[in-house]
């Protein structure tokens, strides 16, 4: 069995010098193994592995862009601490058929490759298994608009084809409504319409993928007080005007037992980032 620290946080593209600094600061007093991340840029690894949160790491964006287009050179990142290793020549982006479809063009397919990273780590005792970190488009602006679930369709469907046990984390701009009952829970998209039935195969009560929802999974063991009556069932973003979300989560597979997850976020920034952040301490174990 192998005992394992999982955070999941959108660091936020815009964070400054000094923001990064507190991040890590932060993540060294929580001394992660395993770090899930999303709007980084390869320097801002490099700070992370400077100030000891972690000793390796690998990038979803290396595409050199003009500094015009900064936007398009953050990516997601899987960071380990010393008790794990990636291997590098199983971790790369989501295949871009996974993205295809006949509502996607070429620049979707490629932005949402970009926007997907899974990792093949392996553990001391020589336990293998893969993490994601994946982060969604809100589903504004023209060329994403109505196409915003086939990020969430393509995630799902590679993920259900992995063998190894797995874990990743997702800033998925979605659910819109998050109640303690699943089924009164509901994403942006109203039931009815075309392609809800993407977000529900990564994020509903039909998914495609054998990893379930660690945070539900928690409150289902031990319900606590929601914020509002309205939900969530707890809140991980924030947005301008002032409506709570949890657009964060962390998945794993039924080899992964739970033994704690919490959820840090200190209102409308949390060192800097509009997210908050959430720790898993997750137990690594064959299934019988």
């Not at 993205?99 to 070429?106: G, K, N, R």
Request: charged content about 25%.
């Amino acid at each position: 069995m192998t005992t394992l620290r999982v955070i999941d946080w959108n660091v936020f593209l815009f964070a400054t010098k000094e923001d990064r600094a507190r991040q890590a600061e932060l993540l060294n007093l929580l001394k992660p193994d395993l770090l899930l991340l999303q709007e980084v840029k390869a320097h801002d690894l490099r700070t992370f592995v400077k100030a000891g949160v972690a000793t390796d790491f690998v990038l979803s964006n290396l595409t050199p862009t003009p500094a015009r287009h900064a936007r398009r050179r953050i990516g997601t990142a899987v960071m380990v601490g010393p008790r794990l290793s990636i291997v590098r020549e199983r971790s790369g982006r989501i295949p871009q058929e996974f993205f295809v479809h006949p509502d996607a063009d070429a620049w979707l397919v490629e932005r949402n490759g970009e926007r997907s990273l899974v990792a093949e780590i392996e553990t001391e005792s020589g336990q293998r298994f893969a993490a994601g970190s994946f982060h969604a488009s809100p589903g504004t602006g023209k060329r994403i608009g109505g196409n915003k679930p086939l990020f969430h369709r393509g995630v799902a469907n590679y993920m259900g084809t992995l063998d190894l046990p797995f874990v990743f984390g997702i800033d998925a701009n979605e659910p819109f409504r998050d109640l303690p009952d699943p089924a009164q829970s509901r994403f942006a998209w109203k039931a009815e319409r075309p392609g809800v039935e993407h977000f529900e195969a990564l994020l509903g009560q039909t998914r495609v993928h054998r990893g379930r929802d660690l945070l539900r999974e928690s409150f289902e063991r031990a319900p606590w007080p929601l914020e509002a009556e309205g939900g969530p069932l707890r809140t991980t973003c924030t947005l301008r005007g002032g409506g709570r979300r949890r657009f964060d989560h962390i998945y794993a597979t039924p080899e992964f037992h739970l033994t704690h997850i919490d959820v840090r976020c200190d209102g409308k920034r949390t060192c800097g980032s509009d997210h908050g952040l959430l720790t898993a301490d997750l137990e690594l174990r064959p299934l019988r």
